[in-house]
């Protein structure tokens, strides 16, 4: 059975720092790429960063660049999103996602077959 369980979310205050789990397990890692998505009442899923399994690329939306970190521990198949300088407007529901490392539209939910629960990430001004 897939899963992905996504932990670490939580209040933290305007230039604060987070770092959100993704415990994935039930399929091979390194033939997926696992992804970090935002949500917010009202607008769509948002892709934040994601990295590949197979070599470890890693890729940033505008809004994470210089801020977030994401990376992997291929041992414990957990990949985090750390999460420095955080604004209110990084605050959302963030969910962790798993799709073929081969797909090209990496910043398009529809293109990631697996997903956990989210974990809540509120930033206060």
């Known amino acids: 059975e897939v899963q992905l369980q996504a932990s670490g979310g939580g209040l933290v205050q305007t230039g604060g720092s987070l770092r959100l789990s993704c415990a994935v397990s039930g399929f091979i890692f390194e033939e997926y790429t696992i992804g970090w998505f935002r949500q917010v009442p009202g607008k769509n899923r948002e892709g934040v960063s994601c990295i590949s399994g197979s070599d470890g690329s890693t890729y940033y939306k505008d809004s994470a660049k210089g801020r977030f970190t994401i990376s992997t521990d291929n041992a414990k198949k957990t990949v985090y999103l750390q999460m420095n300088n955080l604004k209110p407007e990084d605050t959302g529901i963030y969910y962790c996602?798993?799709?073929?490392?081969?797909?090209?539209?990496?910043?398009?939910?529809?293109?990631?077959?697996?997903w956990g629960q989210g974990t809540l990430v509120t930033v206060s001004s």
């Open positions: 996602a798993a799709g073929w490392d081969t797909m090209v539209e990496i910043w398009t939910p529809r293109e990631y077959h697996y």
